[in-house]
């Protein structure tokens, strides 16, 4: 709970701020999660996409491999997202996990830290298991094919997207700091003995 | 018209619509929002528990993720965001209201994850606030100056209270910008200034509770008692809890009453026409002592929480004086030295002001330690040699009698120029 606070009292009895403050816990993580991965969807890389570029150049020997490697990349999403989740969910998971990992060969603490934001807590066996999955798929594939198609997928629905603002504005992080008159020890406050001392010494004085 | 320059207020955008069909609508239209769901930002946890911070740091990379997709959006995009998304306005509020303050008895952050995130949705927040001050992005991005100050009023973007959060945590270090930024609102949108005279009585209210609440008579409450009425707690009875939280609650008022000040010194109109620094006085004269005796005098179980409470006693009473001080620059100091019309007018003001100070003795002693009057004095003299010297001789000796009434350090009186 934050300390008590004069803006908190402007808040609460002048009449300058907006009365109905929508509640603090109208979106909690699990909400938000479920919000992300709605948006990751929309984004534009879908598993029908990742599955027709893994297998648009291959023989039919190859393809069949390739979608054993789609299917076990499908179990994994399933087992990270749960399974009460939708075949829609479940692909999109793929793809988010497709994303991730052309570009790595293990599962290091971002990537989990990735997976965790999106879908919560998962085992960490079927994260390991879709990293090899997507490494195997994107092995016979050439590197700057594979970055190229991930980049134009998402640049595709995301056009709108501007240089930052206030990418060049200098912040400073300093916060106002503690700046007393004067410390405990050397502080003046007298207790009523020292103030009759004072008194007395006055009164001989004058 | 081709390569016309049309306000954002002004313009119609054509999108398709859900079922694909192409509408036009103005491009400040609720439907253009991103559905994005922010998520009210809380406070990192005190203890270093691994699933509270785990939790915290989930919580603020949301945040951080969502405010810079916030900031890489164009300009009309951007606002049909902050003006249509509740939840946006939720994030931004929950951070004003819960951010830990330099000042909190437990401000830093456990652990260096939980610091690193946490200044980066401080700096985020920051940009935020600024480009929703920021009514010219550029010649293509703008909004109409009436309409912006309609904006930003009307939806509660900046409201006075906000304005004072910013200020005391993003004050120390951006000052120029903030005071761009806050003067840009009260300039596009007057209204504000209605907003702040209506604030003044509350946070002259503040202080009125800290005096209640420590048993102390306070100003405008002078009806007598009932004999059968509960004898009201002092800063001596009342719990250690209580008197952690009084001295919070005053050390926050002070900062943020001097950090907003400070940024925005029109605001000392407002503060003044309510009698603020007499009110302020009086509150130092009545209050800082007894607080004082009883940080000293109670009995702790954990003896450096008297020493965190006294340290935030202390920077009060300095942040009381500084704000008197302002207010008296702004009202008095500041037209004597530009040499304004009526000078005779601003020098007899500060001359009542001081005056008014004698009776508070600490108040006075501990303000002429900070800021010497005598140099007030000087500078009326050179300003003004008409000054009435037996007036400036009679303050400058109150000051003195002041300082031994309290037995402090004796300074050399500056005898007025003859």
Redesign the interface.
Known sequence: M??????????S??????TD??P??????K??RL??QE?FAKEGLTWQKIVRFCTELQDKGEQQATNQELKSLLMAAKNIVGSEHGQEAIESAAAFLFEMFHNKDHVGTEES?AI??MFGPFPSSAAEASCACVTRLVAPLDDSRVEDFIRTQKSLHNP???????RN?A??????????????QS?????ESEQLM?FLN?QQSG | MAGARVPLDEQQVTEPDSQGRARTLPALHPDRKEDRCFVPYKTPPVECSPAGVEEFLEHARFITEDLEWLLSLPHDKFWCQVVFDESLQGCLDSYLRHAPRGLDLLALPSSPAVADVQRAIHRAIFLVFLRMATHKESKESFLTPAVFGEIIYNNFLFDVPKMMDLCVLFGKGNSQLLHKMIENVFTQQPAYYSDLDETVPTVLQVFDTILEKCGLQCEGSMEPKKLNAHKQPTALTMSQQDLVDIILYLCDSTTTIHAFLDIFPAACTSFHSHGFLSRLTVFYETAVSDLEKAVKKRNYDDKTLQEELWKRLSHSCRKMVETAHLLLHHACLQPLLEGRENMQAFAEELLQYFTSFLPEKRFLTDYDELFPISDDISLLQQALPIIDETRTSYLLQGVESARDSLGRWKSPIHKPAS
């Open positions: 934050s300390p008590p606070r004069l803006t908190g009292a402007l808040r009895f002048s009449s300058v701020s907006k403050q929508p603090e816990e109208l979106y909690d993580l909400a938000k919000k992300r948006l830290r965790k934001q709108q997207q501007g240089s930052v603002f206030g504005i912040f400073c992080y300093d916060c106002y700091t503690l700046d007393p008159l004067d410390d405990l502080s003046g406050v007298f207790d004072n006055n």
